[in-house]
């Protein structure tokens, strides 16, 4: 019953990330379990190991770490009887080869994890959480305010992981792949907004492209110097529509001007707020400003404390489903595009083709833009920029499989062009053809005299 207590009062200093205390006390219940137990129970001597193991991977004592993993393995190894804590223990020796850049260590260890659970009755085993979460704070670097708010987000970070691993398991054919990123302790409700702002976005009057045009097999705007890098827009609130109006002007200035410029989307959410369309808006205060003169939201709008350097006289606003058109337009700038974020996998998304049909056409709750498109091994993709920073999916943008409305996408959708421009732009392109004729004319008239 002692080592019991002080294995329990172990945890709780570990929870409180007072780790010497938890080595002490973990430590005092090991020593118990050795001396004492009668029959010797392993399993309970490897759970203390494994736990002063993980204490000291968190105190950076990885050869200490490694050694108590070691341990654990070798006590389970002669007791395992078709035990799945084994596995575990193997999987947590290789998870922290990996981390120490063994990689030929970690492969020995995961190879015997997995011939094991083929081999034995007990069903799937997941890796250790403990390890994972202390792993996931790690790379991302996350702090929390008080245990109570790491308790939380570890439970959701839990929560997004078993969702994770339950798609996975039953969807090993899927186009996409998905992975834990520094979202994963956020909820999706935290990522999106499902108000009725969106549906009020919605256009009123559509307007289609009848031009036509030779459509490449694929397009991608990035390659061009058009678009700037992917946003990190945190914790998403209404901020996300003033990011993607921003980013398709900016991109449409680049477009015209061959100079590609930040805007401020500090000024566009404070002038521009939800339900007001974000675009009539910009419109009107003829265009927006660069992100160094207005660099931050100030609550308040503030349209004169900065001249706007990218504007536009005409918006288009898509016939719902018509992803013809959108390759139509996309030829001419990028586009505004609407989707559900919420009810599939798209938080997880990590590389690959999105196509989850267990998202809503009907329900947008997120925007993105759309920079180009292509096809892999078949699969037709639309090629969209995020906003939750370059650690999530593809660099921060995410293919999404083009062709079916996948999620939505061909739903709302708005372009923006600079009708002036492109007419100046025009009539310059054709004064240089006349000019090169002229000249032609004259060298082959002084050719013929010659």
């Known amino acids: 019953m002692l080592a019991k207590c002080l294995f329990g009062m172990g945890n709780v200093h570990l929870a409180r990330k007072e780790l010497d205390d938890t080595l002490s006390y973990v430590g005092g219940s090991l020593a118990i379990r050795e001396e004492e137990a009668k029959p010797r129970n392993d399993f309970d001597i490897a759970a203390c190991v494994d736990n002063m193991g993980n204490t000291y991977y968190e105190k950076g004592d990885m050869t200490r770490a490694l050694q108590c993993a070691n341990r654990a393995v070798e006590l389970l190894r002669t007791n395992i009887n078709g035990d799945r804590r084994f596995a575990a223990a193997l999987h947590n020796l290789g998870v922290l080869h990996q981390i120490n850049g063994d990689l030929v260590k970690a492969r020995k260890y995961f190879e015997e994890a997995v011939a094991y659970l083929q081999d034995s009755t007990h069903p799937y085993l997941a890796s250790d959480p403990s390890l994972e979460w202390n792993k996931f704070k790690r790379d991302y670097n996350k702090q929390y305010a008080t ?70 097999e694929s397009l991608d705007w990035r390659t061009k110097g ?72 100030l609550g308040t709008c503030e349209p004169n404390k900065c001249k706007p350097f990218s504007t536009f006289d005409k ?56 920079v180009g498109y292509g096809t892999e091994e078949g699969k037709p993709y639309w090629i969209c920029k995020n906003s939750w920073g370059l650690n999530w999916g593809e660099s ?5 499989a083009r062709g ?44 013929i005299d010659y």
Not at 333 to 354: C, N, Q, R, V
Not at 396 to 400: A, S, V
Not at 418 to 429: F, I, P, V, Y
């Open 315 to 370: 918006i288009n606003r898509l016939t719902p489903g018509d992803e013809e058109t959108m390759l139509s337009w996309i030829q001419d700038s990028t586009l505004w595009a609407e989707l559900d974020a919420m009810g599939g996998a798209f938080p997880d998304y990590k590389g690959g083709i999105y196509d989850d049909n267990r998202c809503s056409k009907d329900t947008p709750d997120h925007v993105l833009q759309i």
């Open 226 to 297: 058009v678009v700037t890098p992917a946003r990190d827009e945190g914790l998403v609130g209404e901020i996300i529509t003033a990011i993607v109006s921003t980013e398709l002007a900016e991109t449409l200035h680049a477009i015209n001007t061959k100079n590609l410029i930040r805007g401020s989307v500090g000024r566009t959410f404070d002038c521009c707020p939800q339900p007001i369309d974000a675009f009539d808006c910009i419109k009107n205060m003829s265009g927006i400003c660069r992100e160094t003169d207005y660099p931050t939201a």
């Open 396 to 400: 921060g943008y995410i293919r999404i």
């Open 147 to 216: 245990t109570a708010e790491e308790a939380q987000r570890r439970n959701v970070f839990t929560e997004n992981v078993n969702r994770m691993r339950t798609y996975q398991k039953t969807h090993p054919d899927a186009s996409f792949t998905m992975a834990i990123s520094h979202l994963t302790d956020r909820r999706i409700e935290e990522l999106v907004s499902r108000s009725t702002s969106f549906s009020k976005l919605r256009p009123i009057s559509v307007e289609n492209s009848i031009q036509l045009k030779v459509i490449p």
């Open 404 to 447: 079916k409305n996948t999620c939505g996408i061909a739903q709302v959708v708005v372009q923006v062009a600079d009708t002036k421009k492109s007419s100046a732009t025009l009539l310059n392109t054709l004064g240089s053809i006349f000019t090169i004729l002229n000249a032609l004319i004259i060298y082959r008239k002084s050719i």
